[in-house]
């Protein structure tokens, strides 16, 4: 079972570049999540997604886009990197509001 | 929107006591809290959860205790050992919200 399959898993960008963070889930869940989480902080949910082809954002969206074209995947762009989104950022899916999220092994994203 | 608080930031005990966190959240519409467990390098996992129409659920040697009424909600960790080191987190949802909201985690040592 892949589950939450998130890449890169490290990644180095200079101010100014972009990048598209890649996640896909196998387990048809409707339920998508991105969260970032700083160092001794908790989780922050930047966007998420009900279903194919709707989005919402969450608490901190601002520097960051997502589409949501297929159930599977849900990839998060950063179009001018800046070094306030150095993080680690995390891709969830889960069946319903109620049911457990499924993380994926994160990606390390540092901003130069 | 809501605010989960969650105390303390680290937790050592030795191996075999108990260990309990706490968290407390500010939206009284939320109604589905679950604990995630977060080992070094890896996604959170969900280790328990509990809606809001029961107070206590238990599952070997984890329990978790909700108090609508005071908005506070609490993870027992009974006859601790060494691979319950890990970041907990709590978290918090209402319906309506559509997400989770975490705390901003646990660092739990157990010593040997």
């Known amino acids: 079972n892949a589950g939450v399959t998130q890449t890169p898993k490290f990644r180095i960008l200079k101010i100014g570049q972009s990048m598209t963070l890649q996640c896909a889930q196998d387990?048809?869940?409707?339920?998508m999540y991105w969260y970032r989480q700083d160092p001794g902080m908790g989780l922050k949910l930047i966007y998420y997604?009900?279903?194919?082809?709707?989005?919402d954002k969450g608490e901190v969206p601002n520097g960051y886009n997502v589409s949501r074209s297929t159930t599977e995947d849900f990839p998060l762009r950063l179009e001018l990197a800046a070094p306030s989104q150095t993080s680690v950022y995390f891709c969830?899916?889960?069946?319903?509001?109620?049911?457990?999220?499924?993380f994926g092994q994160g990606t390390r994203l540092t901003v130069v | 929107g809501e605010n989960v608080e969650q105390h303390p930031s680290t937790l050592s005990v030795q191996e075999g006591d108990s260990a309990v966190i706490k968290c407390t959240y500010s939206?009284?519409?939320?109604?589905?809290f679950p604990w995630y467990k977060q080992e070094l390098g890896k996604g959170p996992q969900l280790i328990i959860d509990?809606?809001?129409?029961?107070g206590e659920k238990k599952d070997q040697r984890i329990a978790v205790t909700l108090n609508k009424t005071a908005k506070h909600f609490s993870l027992h960790i009974t006859e601790t050992q060494p691979e319950d080191s890990a970041v907990y987190f709590c978290?918090?949802?209402?319906?309506?919200?559509?997400?989770?909201?975490f705390g901003s985690g646990t660092q739990l040592t157990v010593l040997p």
């Open positions: 969830a899916s889960s069946s319903g509001l109620f049911a457990e999220a499924f």
């Open positions: 387990m048809n869940h409707n339920y």
């Open positions: 997604s009900v279903g194919a082809g709707i989005t």
């Open positions: 939206d009284s519409a939320s109604n589905y």
């Open positions: 509990i809606r809001s129409n029961v």
């Open positions: 978290a918090a949802s209402s319906g309506s919200a559509r997400q989770l909201t």
